[in-house]
């Protein structure tokens, strides 16, 4: 069975500071990553997804998350963390050649950008 | 097209009661998705679509859920005889049959049972 882990509830950053929100996950074959935001009364937003290829993948808002098969990471990060930043963040997993099953969804870490 | 539509986007209802929720799905989009997401938790998978097959349920899905999407373009979500651990935020999303594709997701309907 799949699963995802985001082993923070809240991250707090000044601005201007790099971010990191982490995320780990398990799956009996090859991950697609997704990363997705959530503001406030609004539906989840896309930020970036890891397929196959480079590591690194960048995304929306400056967002970059960094896949680490060894250590099954896919941690999101930003160089530069803006007050607007400040969102519940989703990690979700879907197993490679599942027949485009669903995704599971980690628990949510809630990003503070203090000014 | 402007994305996922969900409505209504905010149902009270009292325990015991019908209520029922729909999903517009981007126009294009063959596959369709039903999410529960309650406070604290990330979104878990209730069901979905493929056109107007539908072709997974999960356990959460008791049998007071039901789901249809007759034509394979618009969803309807029924929840019958609602308790209030029902009370949730009920999301709809949508994405291309292709594998790699993401999900898109609706802005929800938070549904309160009092």
């Known amino acids: 069975a799949q699963s995802v882990a985001q082993p923070e509830d809240q991250v707090n950053v000044a601005e201007g500071n790099p971010l990191t929100v982490k995320c780990t996950y398990s799956v009996s074959g090859n991950p697609y990553l997704f990363w997705y935001v959530q503001y406030p009364n609004r539906g989840l937003q896309f930020l970036l997804k890891?397929?196959?290829?480079?590591?690194l993948v960048k995304g929306s808002y400056g967002f970059e998350a960094e896949f680490n098969k060894s250590q099954t990471s896919f941690h999101l990060k930003k160089p530069s963390a803006l007050v607007s930043d400040s969102a519940l963040y989703f990690c979700a997993v879907r197993e490679w050649n599942s027949g485009n099953t669903p995704l599971v969804f980690g628990k949510g870490t809630r990003l503070s950008v203090i000014a | 097209d402007t994305g996922v539509s969900q409505n209504p986007r905010h149902k009270i209802t009292k325990r015991g009661q019908n209520v029922t929720f729909r999903c517009d799905p981007i126009s294009e989009h063959n596959r369709l998705y039903w999410y529960r997401q309650t406070l604290g938790q990330g979104p878990e998978f209730l069901t979905y679509f493929q056109n107007e097959a539908q072709l997974e349920k999960s356990r959460l899905l008791s049998d007071r859920f039901s789901a249809e999407r007759p034509k394979g373009s618009f969803s309807t979500l029924e929840i019958q005889r609602t308790e209030q651990g029902d009370s949730a935020m009920y999301l709809c999303a949508s994405s291309s049959v292709e594998g790699l594709s993401e999900a898109f997701f609706g802005q929800g309907t938070r549904l309160t049972v009092v």
């Open positions: 890891y397929i196959t290829g480079d590591n």
